[in-house]
């Protein structure tokens, strides 16, 4: 079955840090990726996706490429800011698996000033 | 635009109530949205896949008779928690899939905070 594996958190960082989480999947066709931000309290907000291999998906200074040969979707952000403390989520969807999605444990981050 | 909202927000009941939540689409049509639930500091677990004019899907382990899910139109499905018990609290969250387009993309409601006492 399909999985997702987050870089287990909690990641703490300095404002302007450069933020790396890693994200790896196993799926059994041709997924889409997203990162998805939750702060304290709220639904989960699609922060950026990539449909296919070699695709970059970026949004709000973040970005993620979609690496088929390691399977990775790495997130990263070259500056962080305190208002980006939030929980990501990594996740794939299939269309063939009913566009259900998996999703990674969650990664908490935390940029302190 | 992908605007999904949720009502109540919060709730608490006391046990053996039943509580119903919605979960609208504003701006446009979903032919599907799913329910999931949340524990604290932990992921989603995907609870049921609801499909507009049919039965729902739930996932292994969740019991149908007790999260009643109903997708009568386009931009409304209600899950319904029959006979809440304390083991029932959590933070439901529900996500549409848009009719055409992108099918893949899920956006999700901001979620409800269910407290049964």
């Known amino acids: 079955g399909n999985s997702v594996t987050q870089m287990e958190g909690p990641v703490t960082l300095s404002e302007e840090a450069f933020l790396t989480i890693n994200c790896t999947y196993t799926a059994t066709g041709y997924p889409s990726l997203f990162w998805y931000v939750q702060y304290p309290g709220e639904g989960l907000q699609l922060l950026l996706k990539a449909t296919k291999a070699d695709d970059k998906g970026s949004n709000k200074g973040f970005e993620a490429t979609y690496r088929k040969e390691t399977t990775s979707f790495h997130l990263e952000k070259g500056s962080v800011q305190v208002s980006d403390s939030a929980v990501y989520f990594c996740?794939?969807?299939?269309?063939?698996?009913?566009?259900?999605?998996?999703f990674g444990d969650g990664t908490t981050l935390t940029v302190k000033p | 635009g992908a605007v999904v909202s949720q009502h109540p927000s919060r709730v608490i009941c006391k046990s053996g109530t039943s509580v119903k939540i919605e979960c609208r689409s504003l701006d446009f049509q979903a032919t599907t949205m799913f329910w999931y639930r949340q524990f604290p500091k932990q992921s989603l677990m995907l609870m049921a896949t609801s499909n507009e004019g049919s039965k729902a899907t739930y996932e292994q382990g969740v019991e149908k008779d007790k999260f009643l899910i109903n997708h009568a139109s386009l931009t409304l499905s209600t899950l319904t928690v029959t006979s809440a018990h304390p083991e029932d609290s959590s933070f439901y969250i529900c996500s549409a899939r848009a009719s055409g387009g992108d099918q893949e993309t899920q956006y999700f409601g901001p979620g409800t905070r269910l407290l049964v006492l």
């Open positions: 996740a794939l969807s299939e269309w063939t698996n009913a566009g259900k999605s998996t």
